[in-house]
Every structure is written in structure tokens, then in C-alpha cells.
């Protein structure tokens, strides 16, 4: 019995806005989160999962107590918790596989959940717009349909996407919350930005922008931070993109050109520079074709450590 709202099985489908109406709680969760001031959160005790990656925690880790995302224009951020052991995932969904993405987010919470202790799954939707490709309401759509698919029972907890996270200026349509972070110890979820994006920001952009598919990022048991090694094929085009103006590499590597935010074009073009760098991943990226592991170091930032057996 998958997805239910207070006890009773979610009908589907049905657009967002429809949903909520029906479950004023979950209209109220959704009104009291857009409410909320962005708090800047530092790199202290912090894991960023970019797009097309997921993380999974629980409140027994001593170096990372808060997950979090943000920059999800059409995309949505997505948090699966346990409330028994408070094991928590946290993933950016960008649309592009979401049936097997969703699976890959249950099985990394069952890899903590004992079936026997009491508690049960809340899952948190958070992202998208009224974009005019209707990227956002597609996404929400498949999120929906793919977590009330699963055997075990879903109690979708926060439901803030498309059209009831969407705010207009001059007839044209922006997301009203663009990034999300959730508290490991306590399982608040606040709206929430981030100067800090690393470690190895540059290198987890480049695997998202040439296509690789959702992976999972942080080994709980470890409390290590381990990329890699990746593999892409060259991005087509790279020194023309380099050449365009910002308006250009909008237009055309954006889902929502009009609403993404400032530090969009340059991002991609960092990104950009990194993959005309290294058109396919060497050993200068990953050495003796070893995975990158970071740890947290007693001031609560990430630390390069030895690639294993080395």
C-alpha cells in the first residue's frame, strides 16, 4: 500500500495543487515552508549533494548532520526518512530517470531500516515551478506515481512543487524556494542556500552535465565522502559554448532560462573549463583508478584522505 497522506492512499493522478486542497495539512506544511527566511548554511557538519546524486545518513554519523541542496529550478529535492532510526536520504532529481531513481532512494534507506522496529517512511517533496515547458509538473507527476508504485507503505509528508511553490513578476514564473536542508539529529526541514558546495564541486558538475546517471555519494559507515572514479565521453561543442554570451549558454543549457539564479552561466562555464580540461576522465582525476575519499576533520570540514588500498 504506497503512497498515503494522513493514513488514506493518495488517488493519482492529480496535479499538485489539487492534492493539497485535499489534505489541508499538507497545504499548511507547504504555506508555512515558503514562509520561511533562506538560512545560509556553512560548511561545518554539511553534505551537498549536487543534481543526480543522493545521500544517506542517520543521526548516528559524528561528522555530517545536515544534508542539503539547492539551485532546483524544474528540478526537485527529494528527503525519504525513517522515522524509527531517523535514517535520512536526500537526492536532486532532475527528470532524467526518475523509475530507477526512485528505487535507488528506498533501497539506500532499507540498507538501515530494520524491518522490525517501529517507525515508518516520510518522504518531502520540494522544488519546480509553473515552468512554461511543464518540466516541473512532469517531474512531480513521476515522483508521485513512482513512490506510490513501491511495495511498502509512503507518508508523504511535505508535497511543495510546481505550481504551489511558484510566485510570478511580470508575467513571467520563478520557483519561490530554490534549495532545501534537513537536519539529521532533529528531522527539521528549512529552506536553505549554500556558499560552500564542495568538495570537488567542479568534477561532480561535470559527471551530472555529460549525462551520468543518480549516484549515491557518502558512505554513512565510513563517514567518508567517496567519488568515483568516473567515466564520460567529451562534451561536444565545449570551446564554442565557451565562446557564447551569457544569454546564449541560458537559452540553451537551461531548462528555465528566466528563472535560473545568478550564478547560473558562470557555474557553466566553470563546469565547461573543467570538462575541456579533462575531456575523459585520467589518472590525473582519479589516481591509480581509486575513488576520491574525503572525511570530515574536527573543525567539521571535508578533508582529502588516501584512496583505499593505497
Known sequence: MPLLVEGRRVRLPQSAGDL????????????????????????????????????????????????????????????LRHTGNGATCLTHCDGSDTRAEVPL??????????????????????????????????????????????????????????????????ENHFPIIYGIAVNIKTAEIYRASFPDRGPEEALRAARALTGGPMISIYDAEAEHLRLGPYSWVPFPHADFWLQQDDEQILENLSTSPLAEPPHFVEHIRSTLMFLKKHPSPTSALFPGNKALLYKKNEGGLWEKISSPGS
Open 20 to 79: 493539497v486542497r485535499a489534505h489541508p495539512p499538507l497545504e499548511e506544511r507547504a504555506r508555512l515552508l515558503r514562509g520561511q527566511s533562506v538560512q545560509q548554511v556553512g560548511p561545518q557538519g554539511l553534505l551537498y549533494v549536487q543534481q543526480r546524486e543522493l545521500a544517506v545518513t542517520s543521526p548516528k554519523d559524528g561528522s555530517v548532520s545536515i544534508l542539503g541542496s539547492d539551485d532546483a529550478t524544474t528540478c526537485h529535492i527529494v528527503v
Open 105 to 170: 532512494i528506498m533501497s539506500s534507506i532499507k540498507s538501515f531500516s530494520d524491518h522490525a522496529q517501529c517507525g515508518r517512511l516520510e518522504v518531502h517533496l520540494v522544488g519546480g515551478f509553473s515552468d512554461d515547458r511543464q518540466l516541473s509538473q512532469k517531474l512531480t507527476h513521476q515522483l508521485l506515481s513512482e513512490f506510490d508504485r513501491q511495495e511498502e507503505d509512503i507518508h508523504l509528508v511535505t508535497l511543495c512543487v510546481t505550481e504551489l511553490n511558484d510566485r510570478e513578476e511580470n
